[in-house]
């Protein structure tokens, strides 16, 4: 109910995922009477659906330490604990990022051994499975060595199962590859990521930088919420801008016209290839329970992405197997109040 779309965005991004998983039931959380007439619109999709009437919705310009509070009997938070209870296997999200967050860690609790959970993103990449990871992408804003040596552990196993990649390569994103450059917290994890990539069953490449996100030199960047964050809504903004950009190339004249007729089947393969939409959905990472955040802006087709992740991430125990990987390390998490987590979650607004 929360998304900038309004629910009727999520309901055809439903339909869309149904027709695709017929072995999947839903569960929907919302407005009974709104949601009802949307979901009669798609042949099948009544019998496949169970709604539970939530009367409140988080809107975007709560904050999370409200929600907290004050959340039960929201949308949100009943699809939270329909994963807790175990009635749903994942939950998927447009709504507000900090709130969602917050109650997830709330209702699921972290994962033993995690002290900071984190958003991990698919990037579009010259890799040969089309995609890296990147986290994290906005769970929180600052992050510690000990934090971003969790990320790439978490980050790595999420590579392992999600991509089939026996061994993944981890990169810290930094503003150069040179070991000496960088803030002091970057160079710690450095040298603990060095140390921990045989325990964690990964190769550390050492710093990247930006440019290396789409590239085939790694397979997983770790990083900030903050940096993350920008980076990500970066990419996304770069390949809109160049989309439209082909578009009003192509159809300047008769001739760029007829040149786009021509070269039409590559022009499609290149538009797919940087559709933000097809990849949209960032996954909680160190929690007890599968979450998915959806961009609050998505359409139909990037909600049925977001919702074909938690199915994959479902189907594969992927919970299951990071708390597996997560324990084998040996970190002890750090301590971390609850109020500094909310206080976390109320600086992040996105």
């Excluded at 499975?129 to 790439?152: K, R, S, T, W, Y």
Aim: charged share 20%; aromatic share 4%.
């Amino acid at each position: 109910m929360g998304g900038d779309r309004g629910p009727a965005a999520v309901v055809a991004g439903l339909g869309l995922s149904a027709a695709k998983n017929p072995d999947v039931a839903f569960i929907l959380h919302g407005n009974a009477a709104e949601l009802a007439p949307l979901i009669a619109r798609h042949a099948g999709l009544a019998d496949r659906v169970t709604v539970v009437h939530a009367d409140r919705v988080v809107e975007m310009t709560d904050k999370p330490s409200q929600v907290m509070r004050h959340g039960e009997g929201t949308s949100m938070w009943a699809a939270i604990d329909s994963v807790k209870s175990g009635q749903a296997q994942a939950a998927v999200s447009c709504g507000n990022t900090g709130a969602l967050m917050a109650v997830a860690m709330i209702r699921l609790r972290k994962v033993a051994g995690v002290n900071r959970p984190a958003i991990a993103c698919l990037w579009p990449s010259r890799n040969p499975g089309g995609f890296n990871v990147m986290l994290d992408v906005g769970a929180g804003i600052e992050a510690e060595a000990e934090d971003l040596l969790q990320f790439a552990t978490m980050g790595a196993a999420y590579a392992r199962i999600g991509l089939a990649l026996s061994r993944p390569r981890i990169g810290l994103l930094n503003v150069g590859t040179e070991e000496h450059k960088g803030r002091a917290e970057l160079k710690q994890a450095h040298d603990r990521m060095t140390e921990a990539a045989e325990a964690g069953g990964f190769d550390f490449v050492g710093f990247v930088e930006g440019g290396d996100i789409p590239s085939d030199r790694v397979d997983v960047i770790v990083t900030d919420g903050f940096t993350g964050n920008i980076a990500l809504k970066t990419g996304e903004g770069t390949a809109k801008l160049i989309s439209e950009l082909l578009r009003e190339a192509f159809g300047a004249g008769l001739l760029s016209k007829f040149a786009a007729l021509l070269a039409l089947n590559s022009l499609k393969r290149l538009q797919k290839r940087i559709d933000p939409r097809r990849v949209n959905g960032g996954v909680f990472l160190g929690l007890n329970g599968t979450v998915v955040k959806s961009h609050g802006s998505a359409d139909d087709t990037g909600v049925a992405a977001a919702i074909g992740l938690a199915i994959q991430l479902a189907r594969t125990g992927f919970v299951e197997r990071l708390a597996a990987r997560v324990a084998s390390t040996g970190r002890k998490p750090m301590a971390t109040a609850e109020t500094a987590l909310v206080a976390m979650g109320d600086r992040h607004q996105s």
